[in-house]
């Protein structure tokens, strides 16, 4: 073949848009460090620093036979989303954040658009049962592909975090973020509280752990309980008041830690 009839060779894309090799075993380091760079660069531009986290079923329907915690749910993220907003004179907004999908997660980030909140939805991709719901701010809806990167993100920014009843994904975030604050690996200050205390005792026997010598006894103190949302909104506020509002030394502030509130080092 002639030098003149030879064809012409299109370029390539460059690497950064080369799907081809992004989808590849050796493009998964760039693909978790755009997990962790995206949603980086969206809350910043959202001044998004601080979150409460609701963790619950996605099976959890706003008609169904548990659709008192989808109700709750979403009274719930409404009265600190309306608490968030009227803070004045604060470098503090706490969003409500959510796995983005159906259930208790709609129900939370549905009661914090209706405040007229921002709204963070951290979705993944699964087989069934995950996909965004319409309430989640659009700037904020994120979509991952790795549990551990969005798990990142769920621990992160998080200040408070109220699980409602669930099965293992519920179970297995809710763990994740106790053996942090357990093992004392977050740095920060966090609220936990356990939503349905009847669910969670039936589901977990906190007490048997005890018993058997699994976790210490003062291990229970790292959460603290509600069964409606008035009771679970003041102990939210307060622990967040206490932590992240009063001024440091100010007359009167606490210096001793309280049930639910733990240390953690993220």
Known sequence: MSELNRPKVEAPP?????????ERREGRPIRILAEFLHPHAEFQRERVHDTIVF?????????GPFSRYYHEARQLARMLAEWSESLVNSNRRFVICTGGGPGI???????????????????IGLPLEQAPNPYITPELCFNFRYF???????????????VFPGG?????ELFELLTLVQTHKIEK???????????????INFDALVRYGMISPEDTQL??????????????????TRYYLEEKGAPGAPEEETPAIARSRI
């Open 14 to 22: 460059v690497a950064y848009k080369n799907l081809a090799f992004l």
């Open 55 to 63: 963790f619950g079923s996605a099976r959890i329907t706003e008609d």
């Open 105 to 123: 997660m709609e129900a939370a980030n549905r009661g914090a658009a209706e405040a007229g909140s921002k709204t963070i939805g951290l979705n």
């Open 148 to 162: 551990f990167m969005r798990k990142f993100w769920f621990a992160y920014l998080a200040k408070a975090l109220v």
């Open 168 to 172: 293992f994904g519920t179970m297995d």
């Open 189 to 203: 200050k966090m609220v936990l509280l356990l939503y349905g205390s009847a669910f969670w005792k039936e589901i």
């Open 223 to 240: 959460f603290a309980w509600a069964d409606d949302p008035e009771a679970a909104f003041g102990i939210l506020k307060d622990g967040l």
